[in-house]
């Protein structure tokens, strides 16, 4: 089926809806464990270090799914992948609350970046398709219905919290969730399922890919920064009490949802060089100011700026990697979101060990320097 056979079979926005759904979805998966990681934590009796090297697992998957990720795309499409990589995810999600034990809860992590890389291929390489019935960009806004449901679920993970429901009846009532929302959205999803494609599962990308991909990778350490250790950053460094210690990560939750959903129009009306050279800046100042002056509201302040940064790299990334000449949308995408991925995945345990050896403002510190590398080798890529 192709994108004209789409607007054929029902209105273009029901497509833009349903891929608007299924990003939702996995965002919510992401921001329930984000959510629980100081309450397992606790629960397994993890020092910083500990936690860092358990996180470290979770790229583990990542790569374990790169050849199997690539080969899926070509032979059953995105669509199915989006539906077998959400219920897995959704699978993965509960391991991790049931997980009893560190042996165990290391498995159920390396599932868990499995699936996760698996479902942001496929929901990107509908994005693509769903991007090409308009006449303008529209992948932002896709990324901040993830943004969105990120802040909902920090939203719910504070409700259950409060309520003191233990982590895994916390990530089942979500996984019923996702499940029930991927049931309606499927019917609308782009089905490019076609005659399968010979060759290796997993082909490199040219020299422009990998440059797309090590701004993504650069960005997406900020951003896994953000979700894995503000929250710690704030109990520890700025000695929040009570609910001011999501104060840091709601902030960042809402600025970085609300810079998606204008990213498009930035980009449209600036370039998307000029845009990705701004977030790079936006994120390093942000990083800057919460190390220099850790206090509640300038830590604050420093985390929205954060979430401003980062909205719109990825989704500007992602976008040119589709419109790729030399590779299909789907393993362009494959290549250049597995790269970026890497970073979001990595940077979190990198944290860890770097807080274990200093402390959390020196990890910091050395992520407003991911900052400023997506300003400069935005600088010097033709966009």
Request: proline share 4%; charged share 10%; net charge positive.
């Amino acid at each position: 089926m192709s994108e004209q056979d789409v607007t054929r079979t029902y209105p273009r926005h029901f497509l833009r809806a349903a891929v608007g759904g299924v990003f939702f979805l996995p965002g919510l998966i992401f921001a329930s464990w984000a959510s629980r990681i100081a309450t397992i934590q606790q629960t397994l009796h993890l020092s910083d270090a500990g936690l860092g090297a358990i996180l470290f697992c979770i790229p583990v998957g990542l790569i374990l799914s790169l050849p199997v990720a690539g080969w899926l795309i070509s032979h059953i499409g995105s669509r199915r992948l989006v539906v077998l990589g959400l219920i897995a995810y959704a699978i993965a999600l509960i391991g991790l609350g049931a997980a009893p034990n560190v042996p165990i809860l290391i498995a159920c992590m390396i599932f868990y970046g499995f699936a996760s890389n698996s479902v942001n291929i496929a929901v990107n390489t509908q994005a693509v398709a769903a991007e090409k019935l308009y006449e303008k960009p529209i992948m932002a806004s896709f990324h901040g219905l993830w943004s969105l449901a990120g802040f909902v679920g920090a939203g719910l993970g504070t409700l259950m919290i409060g309520k003191r429901i233990v982590p895994l009846h916390h990530f089942i009532y979500v996984a019923i969730a996702v499940v029930f929302g991927l049931l309606i959205a499927r019917k609308y999803l782009f089905d490019d399922k076609g005659p399968s494609e010979q060759g290796p599962a997993f082909v490199l990308p040219d020299r422009s890919l990998i440059k797309l991909g090590i701004i993504a990778f650069c960005s997406l350490i900020c951003e896994g920064a953000m979700f894995d250790w503000s929250v710690i950053y704030f109990k520890k460094v700025v000695s929040a009490q009570g609910a001011w210690m999501g104060a840091g990560y709601t902030a960042f939750m809402c600025t970085m949802a609300m810079g998606r959903f204008v990213a498009d129009s930035f980009s449209h009306r600036f370039g998307l060089k000029r845009t990705l050279q701004v977030s790079g800046l936006l994120t390093a100042t942000g990083l800057i100011v919460s190390v220099i002056f850790p206090y509640i509201a300038t830590a604050m302040l420093g985390f929205l700026l954060v979430g401003f940064g980062v909205s719109s790299v990825v989704p500007m990334v992602y976008s040119a990697a589709g419109r790729s000449k030399t590779m299909s949308p789907g393993m362009a995408l494959a290549a250049v979101s597995t790269i970026g991925f890497v970073g979001f995945l990595v940077g979190p345990p990198v944290i860890g060990f770097i807080a274990g050896a200093f402390n959390l403002r020196v990890s910091f510190v050395l992520i407003a320097v991911m900052g400023l590398c997506v300003t400069g080798i935005s600088s010097k890529v033709k966009l």
